[in-house]
């Protein structure tokens, strides 16, 4: 009953500029076209079925990136045995999530309106695969950081197109003769000048405990550089048994690359105490995360250090699950808190830590009950543990009175004018299902029926409403009492 249920959700996407979102790999052809790539390619055993690899063998995955980077982006590139080898689609959908926010208006450009982008890779290995990728395909400048750099330089000198593009920094040479230095950049010594003083009252203070781990942006940044964004693919592992617990793949991987102490919840999470003393040379920091579990405690953490906005995405690659977790300390712009929601036509959500009592039917019950009291025309299939919600314009048009308008989107501000070209529709239709994952443990989907909509923002909006009710009421007051 569970996996016919799982059938039903939607899965996210692969994103849509992601070149091999519609035409995926054709190992066929390229075999034909690079002879050193096919002896991993073997027929499929079902009838019409496309060509594939032994994803367990590690030479064959390393090819198949070298080629599709050399045949669809005019990249050399090579690693040695062992060394962490990337999934060009996976990463390609990191790189247009980051062009994403960075033309998505939600916080202000810097001040030079020439000035080309300018990215910094956390980590970037002996792959240095965000690089390349990203000066490639978009023209970015990056400074890719990290311990050990000798096949990232060689990757990048092997690309004279994009030499000028790329600066690979020891992060060792740095961190070893940096000190750290509180926001304002000044070493204090001896007695401040009152002026010093009173300029220092003005700057946030940080706990001595915030330098306490390793950094892996303070020292490493210079005092002057800004960067439009950090991204990073963290070490996600606490042990390397850990590590090797998918034998479905072999991507390879050092102990350096695939492990830190506290896993990558603790690696992001110095990177979130390094964003707060580097918050103004930063438009955007980010990082891939591994788990979802990590993924909503650092967004609790990312709240507790006071960032302006937090933005979360879900990133698809075969069986692997990944997230994007992005933040700012820039102030956000107050025309896009109306002009830029999330235009998903899918949302989704975790209930954790329920009592016995409460599974998927009463969690079911409690979505109806949220939407019939917000005016909504309510459907149930309790066999199906789905309920199709319809709101009307005039629904929508209450809802917006009672402060949603904040919130809602482009297409809600146009709503009530009359001169507009735009055509909405009478109503909105969305589905939420009710998936019961194990004891305790509820997921909660949402999907807009007509993708298409334009009141995204709204559907978004009430879906956020709904999250936060639900677990109001089955999750932060029962663990209050």
Known sequence: MQSKKRRRIDPPTIHPRNRYSEKPPDFG??????????????????????????????????????VLLLHDHGVNWWIPDGQLCPTVPNRLNYIHWIEDLLSSDLIPAWDCSDRKVRGFDIGTGANCIYPLLGASL???????????????????????????????????????????????????EGELSTEEKEADSLEPKLEMSSFSEPHVLVGVVKDDEKFDFCMCNPPFFESMKEAGLNPKTSCGGTPKEMVYPGGEQAFVTQIINDSVVLRNSFRWFSSMVGRKGNLKVLVSKLRDVGVSIVKTTEFVQGQTARWGLAWSFIAVKKSSIALNTPIKSHHSFTLEGLQRQFGAFQILKAVESFFLANGALCKCDFLSFLVNVTLSNDQIDDLLKDGLANIGGRAISSMSNTSTDLKFPKELLFRVSVFEQSPGTVLVRGSLLHKDNPLLGVFSSLFSRLEEALKNDFVNKLRGS
């Open 29 to 66: 052809l390229l075999a034909y076209l690079y002879p050193s790539f096919s002896p991993y390619v073997f027929p499929s055993s079902r009838p019409g079925g496309r060509p594939s690899i032994d994803w367990t063998n590690f030479n064959a995955t390393r090819e198949l990136t070298r």
């Open 138 to 188: 978009l023209g970015w400048s990056f400074v890719g950081s990290d311990a050990a750099l000798e096949w990232a330089r060689k990757n990048v000198e092997s690309n004279p197109h994009l030499v000028e593009l790329i600066e690979i920094r020891n992060a060792n040479d740095f961190l070893c003769s940096a000190e750290v230095k509180p926001k304002s950049g000044k070493i204090f």
